[in-house]
């Protein structure tokens, strides 16, 4: 009995831990400076505990940005952020990954802010070959500005998987074979970044920025990078295939994670690009895939 009720509790664990891939390998926080370098306005940005968090500071002279120090092919990229608190209406904060060439490949994650207590939007973009135009557009299930939550990439051969959490809110298949260019030779940077953007951001740019609120400021911790750093100019990875989040767990989500993405179509999606028909009168190729979810 006692070695039945164990085995029920162990499986009742691995399940409960995901056993197949449900989260990518855990994630190590480290102080900024492992990482990442300021990119502009460094006065616009402060440190806290040895560089383990800090903050970005948008006013209306300037915002900021940072960068990692390396560049990579393929991995897994997570960053802890505290999203601009009470009025941040026309604020944009981002997070992304791109390469530096002008066809250039792109992997985007941008939180549009809003008048206090109205919700934020995340929109996400994938450009492959210098060709974005895949917005989605979705709310969040949590009030961002409250607690640190976790924001994460997972790009391999297979896959770009956007994370909430432990939720897969996107997923970009490779879709070679029906004529779409995926990321795969052109090593990727990663960037954050808080700007003025009311123009577009905020109920598409009717709200301005209120600047007797200033500074914005959006807070970081985290800033785990797990993926093949390569220079700038390689065009492939020496470990291509061996590593983690080349595996079979990783080259596509589970039932568990499909059932998760579909409950953020059905509750929480404003707007996606491959059911634009106005916008789009042929839907781009890789959309049969996304439609199949
Ligand atoms: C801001 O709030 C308004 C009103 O609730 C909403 O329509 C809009 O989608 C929200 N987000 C942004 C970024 O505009």
Not at 256 to 265: E, N
Request: glycine share 8%; hydrophobic share 35%; charged share 25%.
């Amino acid at each position: 009995m006692a070695s039945f009720l164990w085995t029920v509790c162990l499986s009742f664990l691995l399940l409960a831990s995901g056993s197949r891939g449900a989260a990518p390998r855990k994630p190590i926080d480290v102080p900024f400076g492992r990482n990442y370098v300021p990119t502009w306005a460094f006065d616009h940005i402060k440190y806290f505990n040895g560089g383990s968090e800090i903050q970005l500071m948008l006013d209306k002279y300037t915002g900021t940005g940072f960068q990692s120090k390396g560049s990579y092919l393929f991995g897994h990229f997570s960053m802890h952020i505290k999203m601009v608190p009470g009025d941040s209406a026309g604020t944009v904060t981002a997070f992304y990954l791109s390469s530096q060439n002008s066809e250039h490949d792109e992997i985007d994650f941008e939180f549009l802010g809003n008048r206090t207590g109205q919700p934020y939007i995340l929109q996400t973009n994938v450009f492959t070959g210098g060709k974005g135009d895949r917005e989605q557009r979705i709310y969040l299930w949590f009030d961002p500005t409250k607690e640190f939550h976790t924001y994460s990439v997972l790009w391999n051969m297979y896959q770009i998987v956007f994370f909430v959490d432990d939720v897969p809110i996107r997923v970009f298949k490779n879709c070679k074979d029906l004529g779409v260019r995926f990321p795969f030779n052109q090593p990727m940077k990663l960037y954050s970044s808080l700007w003025n953007a009311d123009d577009w951001a905020t109920r598409g740019g009717l709200e301005k920025t209120d600047w007797s609120k200033a500074p914005f400021i959006a807070s970081y911790k985290g800033f785990h990078t797990d993926g093949c750093e390569v220079s700038v100019n390689a065009k492939f990875c020496e470990t291509q295939g061996k590593r983690w989040w080349d595996q079979k767990e990783f080259q596509d989500l589970d039932a568990a994670q499909y059932q998760r993405l579909a409950w953020i179509r059905q509750k929480y999606t404003i707007y996606n690009y491959c059911t634009d028909r106005a916008r789009f009168p042929t839907i781009a190729p890789e959309c049969k895939r996304d439609r199949d979810i």
